[in-house]
Every structure is written in C-alpha cells, then in structure tokens.
C-alpha cells in the first residue's frame, strides 16, 4: 500500500514551495491532521494534511470502502499581514477531521462551517469548497484508489453563507466576480446582495 500522504506533501511542496510551518492537531476519535503554512510573496497558503489518509464515506453507505472513495485536502490561501491568520491552523484542522467526525464528503459547492471566527476578528466563520485544479493538481493514486483532490476554500461572511444556501455556490461566485472581490482579503466585508 502506498503511503498516501509522503505522496501528499511531495505534491502540495512541488506546487507551494517548502513550508515554513506545520502544526498538528488531533481530535478523540480521528487521525492526526497537520496544517502545513507556505508564504509566497503577500500571500501565505495553508493546506491540510492527512484528511486524504482515508477515503472520505458516503454516510448513507452500509461500509466504508478502505480503498475506493474521494479523497481530498484543504487549502486556503489570504494575504499576508492583515490578521492574524496564523490561528486558522486549528479551525484548518477541524474542517479536515469533517469526513471522519461527521461522515460526509467534502465537495466542491459545499459550505464548511466552524461555529466561530475562522481567526481572531475574522468576519468569516464558514468557507465555501471551490473547484480543485488551479493551484495544485490532483493527485492520482494507483487503481483501484481515487485521486486526491486539492479544495480550494473560499471565506464566506455570514451573509454570504446564508444567500449560498438559499441561491447556491455558483450564484454567490458569479456575485464575487461582478464585484472584484477579493476573496484573499481576511478583512474583507461582505459583497452586496441584494
């Protein structure tokens, strides 16, 4: 069996660069989960680490599959000396426990809530999974095993998670984009809605 995450780190540090932090995190009843940090110029990334050890269940599923399933880590990215951002490490680390904890399958289109500011004065408490493929690429893992997927997580304030709800992902990206939002931005407020 191949040592999914050694395959995992060498991924998001050919992408990223070297990290220059991690931290660990784990929770009664998961594995452990790192938050690896990458500073590129103003922007500083954090990308999980070990939510794509097993493969995510379908809840509804009798068993959960040790091989097939998706497979996926988190990575969130924000500009650099605005906040104290660092303090995400924890909240990164609770989103990646999700599939274990709560038997779901993270997604993109999914919003990821953590019952409290992402970071310290953060006007965001939820993020929204984007589509994999831009930053890193995913990962593909020999047959029968799928492919880990890289999610991109996009702060959502708690307006914005309410109109997610109610008009759905796209509809709160294609808002983004009408107003140059700067989804990178920690302090950033939230887009006009109406």
């Known amino acids: 069996m191949v040592d999914v995450l050694a395959l995992v780190e060498a991924r998001l540090r050919t992408a990223l660069g070297e990290p220059d932090a991690r931290a660990a995190v784990t929770f009664l009843g998961t594995e452990r989960i790192e938050v690896l940090r990458f500073a590129d110029g103003d922007i500083v990334r954090y990308a999980t680490l070990g939510m794509s050890a097993q493969p995510m269940t379908d809840p509804a599923a009798a068993l959960a599959d ?88 996009l702060p959502m304030t708690t307006n914005e998670a309410a109109w997610k709800r109610v008009r759905g992902a796209q509809e709160l990206e294609e808002r983004w984009l009408a107003n140059g939002t700067d989804l990178r931005d920690p302090l950033r407020t939230s887009v006009r809605l109406d």
């Open 66 to 153: 040790p091989v097939k399933g998706p497979r996926a880590e988190l990575v969130l990215s924000v500009r650099a000396g605005l906040a104290d951002t660092d303090k995400v490490l924890r909240p990164l680390a609770v989103l990646a426990s999700t599939p274990q904890v709560e038997g779901v399958i993270v997604a993109p289109g999914a919003s990821l809530d953590i019952g409290e500011p992402l970071w310290p004065g953060a006007p965001f408490s939820s993020v929204l999974v984007a589509e994999p493929g831009g930053l890193v690429e995913d990962l593909e893992l020999d047959d029968p095993m799928d492919p880990v997927r890289f999610l991109p997580l």
